[in-house]
């Protein structure tokens, strides 16, 4: 990776650690392909360090006032990258800075109380593609969903209520139809709680179906909160606080010590008995940890916010020591146009996704970091044209694969050399090939801040430089500079070699994303 090899050359050069040298890709191409502010940073002449960084790497290096230097790639070491990329093909893009690391994401973990909601589509795409991103990586995953179904909680015993009609807490029109349909079964409890449960586990089919077949998710595990209880680990974590002399009674309640935190304690268990859900949330975490995972993600609704530093302190007091990281979700909000089943306030994914696809419903979730609240563009999402960016990505790579069809019926074997790619010196040609140079860079970088909205920026990117290459570089070349039939063909050879090399880094950027490239459209 080229942004990683200037890094070593600065370490080399200067001393300075590694995760201080920070190296930028320029807007501006007058600015170079990378620019760094090293100097700046330690305060040298830039002109001092810009000389000893030597390297084949640089076709030159610039210097520009108070400290910043750039840097420009050679045009040869660019156009090697080709064949390193057509040999490496569905690889390309991958890395090993994971070593096989045990990671686990936990991520949608919706309450079994109805259906998915346009909300919960936010975690759930991102989520799927930070675990595509980490495997990618070298990352070992385990992707997780947590299941709210303790029997003592108050969601399922609203829903039993519910179920029994001596309530209307969570009556929605899915939850109308399940009902109906079940009401045989449900007239056989007289318990709320069972029939909530009851209810709860039918949700939670639909739900583990719909994850799998309509959202292309596939999890790992399906941890039940209710298997906390019935093994134990709740007891268990409790006796383990209270023997660190971190439980006291107050009203009747027992709360956990959180001072040393600078965080205010938590009820643990209530008046009644009953475990709190943050009880039983340190008890889910602990078995994470005795499973042995080096890096534990949880990806939470806005809702969780409040929660998250107090979930970190528990963590602590457990004893691990390794990367936790809890992402929130913010909130989504629907932009333009009227759903065609849309109910009340809430918004169905299945909805959504029978509206605009689930491709254009992927990426378009993904565009935004998870951090901040987004509008979804309804509009924009079902056009069929270059405003919709999926459309707009897809179709460059359905463009080449109708390019390298028309050659193939024409018998047209491609063979790249060096002597072929010597010949690719159109600007058109030596951007696409910086652009198709990054991947490994987006992954490592999403790698350290899950900031995944980097690979639909990067596809739409790549789809531009590939668009504009195609509009001023002909594969059967007019150009006045070719003087015979063989350097036509070399040339001929080494642009389809271009083409191929980007149909790979654009198959590759769509699978991390979880969204198809298609071959006709």
């Not at 070593?99 to 973990?109: A, D, G, M, P, V």
């Not at 056009?383 to 019926?409: D, L, T």
């Not at 039939?485 to 001929?492: A, V, W």
């Amino acid at each position: 990776m080229v942004k990683y090899e200037i890094i070593k050359l600065i370490q080399k050069t200067t001393g300075e650690k590694r995760e201080k040298i920070k190296i930028e890709c320029p807007q501006n191409i007058s600015h170079g392909d990378y620019s760094t502010n090293i100097a700046l940073q330690l305060r040298k002449n830039p002109e001092e360090i810009a000389g000893k960084l030597k390297s084949n790497l640089f076709e030159r290096v610039e210097t520009v006032r108070p400290g910043f230097i750039n840097f420009f790639i050679s045009k040869e070491y660019l156009k090697k990258q080709i064949k390193k990329i057509l040999k490496e093909g569905d690889k390309f893009g991958r890395l090993n800075i994971g070593k096989n690391k045990k990671t686990n994401i936990e991520f949608i973990s919706v309450n079994p109380t109805g259906q998915l909601h346009v909300g919960h589509g936010r975690g759930a795409f991102f989520g799927d593609c930070l675990a595509n991103v980490l495997e990618a990586a070298g990352y070992k995953i385990t992707r997780e969903y947590y299941i709210n179904d303790s029997k003592n909680s108050n969601q399922i015993q609203e829903l039993g209520r519910t179920a029994l009609g001596k309530g209307k807490s969570y009556l929605t029109p899915y939850l109308e139809i399940l009902i109906k349909k079940l009401k045989p079964h449900l007239r056989k409890f007289k318990s709320e709680t069972d029939a909530g449960y009851f209810l709860a586990q039918n949700i939670l089919s639909d739900i583990r179906k719909f994850t799998k077949e309509t959202l292309r998710i596939r999890f790992d595990l399906w941890v039940s909160e209710q298997s906390l209880y019935r093994q134990d680990n709740v007891k268990t974590v409790y006796n383990f606080l209270k023997n660190k002399k971190l439980v006291y009674e107050k009203d009747g309640a027992f709360w956990l010590s959180l001072s040393e935190f600078k965080q205010k304690d938590e009820v643990l268990v209530r008046k009644n008995g009953q475990a709190t859900y943050f009880l039983t949330d340190i008890a889910y975490h602990k078995d994470k940890i005795k499973r042995g995972f080096k890096r534990i993600i949880d990806i939470w609704g806005a809702d969780h916010q409040g929660h998250v530093s107090k979930m970190k302190a528990a963590t602590k007091i457990l004893g691990y020591r390794e990367e936790f990281d809890i992402l929130i979700s913010q909130v989504v909000r629907l932009k333009q146009g009227k759903m065609s089943k849309r109910k009340g306030q809430i918004v169905a994914l299945e909805d959504l996704i029978n509206e605009v696809g689930l491709d254009a419903a992927r990426f378009f979730y993904l565009t935004k970091s998870l951090d901040t609240q987004m509008e979804f563009d309804l509009g924009a999402a079902k056009k069929q044209s270059e405003k919709n960016p999926v459309y707009y990505v897809q179709y460059a790579h359905a463009r080449i694969c109708s390019i390298m069809k028309k050659f193939k019926m024409q018998n047209v074997r491609i063979k790249m050399t060096d002597q072929s790619v010597k010949l690719l010196n159109h600007p058109s040609e030596l951007k696409l090939i910086k652009q198709l140079i990054r991947l490994p860079e987006i992954i490592e970088d999403t790698v350290k801040d899950y900031q995944v909205q980097r690979l639909p920026q990067y596809a739409t990117d790549l789809s531009t430089a590939f668009h504009q290459f195609y509009r001023d570089c002909r594969i059967f070349s007019r150009d006045k500079e070719i003087k015979n039939k063989q350097s036509e063909r070399r040339l001929r050879n080494a642009r389809l070699s271009l083409i191929l090399a980007t149909q790979t880094a654009l198959r590759n950027t769509l699978s991390l994303m979880g969204i198809s490239a298609p071959e006709k459209m």
